[in-house]
């Protein structure tokens, strides 16, 4: 399965943390546009994750996720009901889109996130067998035609654990594997190639973060 791999390095101003992040992004058809579409948005030592997906594959589902990509760089909202509130509004006259959204506190060891639509995401345990993973609650619905709110919830996240979001281009079953002391890259790459499905467009991203003597 032919992939694209994307990753880098956020450094925190305030504290001596680190943000690690790949994503890893095929299309269903070879050459074609991705319906599917991701952006990272820092503000300070604030940053918004934010995973699209245009309902549909082709020009139409690159279209809607591009213009909800767009709607969130345009905002100088961080409020999560209120950046999906806004996308919702200003994606009538598109296919419409699933959303996920994360909002990482940089070396603080929090996050808030919420998703609408098949947008999964997860926060591995530091140690297999240490305690459950914990799963995004997701919201039904497609922003620009179905909306009925979205429930943000926030979440400690301990240094050097893992958080992994996908569209529905990628089995849930991801879940279920452990990163064990894998980076980034090295997990979003094993999880796409295993997990991922051919008959869609499909995103993973993964984040691990690490603080100076961890």
Not at 165 to 184: I, K, M, Y
Request: with cysteine.
């Amino acid at each position: 399965m032919a992939s694209h791999l994307t990753d880098g390095v956020i450094h925190a101003t305030t504290r001596a943390a680190s943000l690690h992040w790949c994503i890893a992004q095929a299309t269903k058809t070879d050459g074609a546009l991705n319906g599917d579409g991701y952006l990272l948005k820092r503000d300070e030592d604030t940053l918004l994750f934010a995973l699209a997906d245009g309902v549909g594959s082709g020009q139409l589902a690159h279209d809607a996720s591009s213009a909800c990509l767009r709607i969130l760089a345009a905002s100088d909202d961080m409020d999560l009901p209120s950046l999906f509130e806004t996308c919702h509004t200003q994606l009538t006259s598109t296919r419409g889109a699933a959303l996920g959204l994360v909002k990482f506190f940089l070396g603080q060891g929090f996050l808030e996130w919420a998703a609408v639509g098949d947008i999964e995401g997860c926060i591995y345990p530091t140690e297999p067998t240490s305690s459950r993973t914990i799963s995004m609650m997701q919201r039904g619905g497609t922003l620009g035609h179905y909306f009925t709110g979205i429930t943000p919830q926030q979440h400690a996240w301990p240094p050097t654990s893992m958080l992994a979001l996908c569209t529905d281009g990628v089995s849930r079953s991801f879940r279920e594997r452990h990163p064990n002391d894998q980076a980034p890259r090295e997990f979003a790459d094993s999880c796409f190639n295993d997990f991922g499905r051919d008959n869609d467009d499909r995103t993973l991203a993964t984040f691990s973060w690490t603080q100076e003597g961890t």
